[in-house]
């Protein structure tokens, strides 16, 4: 699991007919202090997230495992919402 940003919206008029109604957003990597680490990935959301809000993404099989993407070719998946980040010394 790995925190992100939202940070935009990919709309793709042609795609696979699994991905039909499935929303794809792009987020940021982010650390546990809330900064930008390198890249982009581009997630299927499956719990709603808003623009800018703080979310945790799974990949690879996980993804895959998410609510409403079994047999779905997706590699990465928005999986939470975070409301707060606590990290202990």
């Known amino acids: ?12 008029t042609r795609k696979d007919s ?7 957003l792009i987020v940021k990597p982010i650390d546990p202090w809330g900064k930008d680490e390198s890249g982009y990935l581009i ?4 719990v709603s997230a808003g623009f800018r809000e703080r979310v945790i993404i799974v990949s ?6 998410a609510s409403g993407c079994k047999d ?7 999986v939470g919402i975070v409301d707060n980040v606590e990290v202990s010394p």
């Open 18 to 24: 699994r991905l039909d109604g499935k929303k794809l």
């Open 1 to 12: 699991m790995l925190l992100a940003r939202v940070v935009g919206t990919v709309v793709a």
């Open 43 to 46: 997630a299927v959301d499956t």
């Open 72 to 78: 779905c070719p997706v590699d990465t998946a928005i």
């Open 60 to 65: 690879g099989s996980s993804a895959r495992m």
